[in-house]
């Protein structure tokens, strides 16, 4: 089985969790461990790692890259989830948790699980594939007006009107059923092609993959979420791929930081400000020219890094 095992800001994420070798450490998004290597490599024998991910493959090459290491759990399951998972395992807190939320190299090449624009396959796009919603049911049953609205928001295409017409047009006569079909509806409805922004249906997918795996509007509360279940000095560490990511985990962030918003003429704090932590890097890390150079999907990523208190 095939899988990339190329990870987005590997050494910073592994400097970033400050790993305790009798820790406990969650990585929300395993995928095809790369991370999660490194992370059980600088644990001792009484450490732990839980290895959360909804895709059953990416599961399956987890468990067949770490299965020299005992101290490793792998959960079937949604990093939302992720209070419910550590219940479940009878495990209160943690000492770190890492969420990687791009897409695998692996589900994107593999044709059939229909994510990518560059290879021919039935509209699908779920990263969990026990779940219903598939790509083909969005493009072919969502309003044009919805349909609009996702390809701005999650995709920031400037067509998005025009290609949702498009779509909504070409679907009275016959159902949209592959990506081919898909790719070449929406590059006749555009106006004009910039080449320098990449290829022409690379911001709708990416918006109909949000919206088939919900991928933005949990996030703010998974975030909250994740720091409720870490110790005191835990870590987050959370890589984003997009504005509107990057921006739930940002707001979390502040919000957790808990400054007063008293005015200042007040003696004292009446609204109950409490930090939960502190932001360790107060801007993003972002990945090398380097690293860029040798995987073209990290450019866009953003490393934010939390510590519990």
Partial sequence: MEFNHKSVLLNECIEGLNIKPDGIYVDGTIGGAGHSLEIVKRLSKNGMLIGIDRDTTALEVAKERLSTYSNVKLVHGNHDNIKEILTQLEIPKVDGILLDLGVSSYQIDTAKRGFSYMLESELDMRMDQTQEKTAKEVVNTYQEQELARIFYEYGEEKFSRQIAKAICEYRKSKVIET????????????????????????????AIRIEVNDEIEPLYQTVENSMDCLKSQGRLCIITFHSLEDRAVKNAYTKALGKCTCPKELPYCVCGANPKGKIVNKKPIITSIQEQEENSRAKSAKLRIWEQI
């Fill in 179 to 206: 990506t081919t079909e898909l790719v070449d509806i929406i590059t006749k409805a555009m106006p004009h092609i910039d080449k320098k922004a990449g290829h022409p249906a690379k911001r709708t997918f990416q």
